[in-house]
């Protein structure tokens, strides 16, 4: 366990929400209408899922676009990240767990420092 000081670098999931939001302002979009009332939209490199009230639920960014998302969002109904999935080393396996309170803060982030599927570093904010 450590503590992540202020300041710190907190990953990849930050960059990852920022470059959605630079994305929205252009670029080439397409949408697909799934079962359900979900709807799918892809951008560049990113996916988003969307559940029939319209909010989204899902983020994926291919950063490689190698087919496989390195990094995955999932979404609480009040539109704020409850966790995000990591593929830091892009070897198809999450690596880094970024967990979030209720709020969208970050709560912990979850390491798995040796590539064995376990996590073995819990990092926590001050």
């Known amino acids: 366990m450590s503590i992540l ?11 990852t929400l920022g470059v959605l939001a630079l994305a929205g302002c252009g670029g080439a979009e397409s949408g697909h ?4 009332g979900y709807r ?13 009230e ?3 639920e899902r983020l994926l960014h291919d950063r490689n676009r190698d087919g496989r998302a390195e990094a995955v969002v999932v979404y609480r109904p009040n539109g ?8 830091t080393d ?12 209720a709020d969208g803060t970050l709560d912990r982030v979850e390491i798995d420092t040796n590539r064995d599927g376990r996590v073995d570093r819990t990092d926590y904010p001050q």
């Open 54 to 56: 319209g909010r989204i």
């Open 5 to 15: 000081k202020a300041g710190t670098r907190i990953g990849y999931l930050g960059v």
């Open 40 to 52: 799918l939209i892809q951008k560049d490199q990113f996916q988003a899922l969307y559940g029939p």
């Open 33 to 36: 209408r799934l079962p359900g």
């Open 90 to 101: 892009e070897d198809g396996r999450v690596d880094r767990l970024e967990h979030f309170r």
């Open 80 to 87: 704020t990240p409850e966790r995000g999935e990591l593929d």
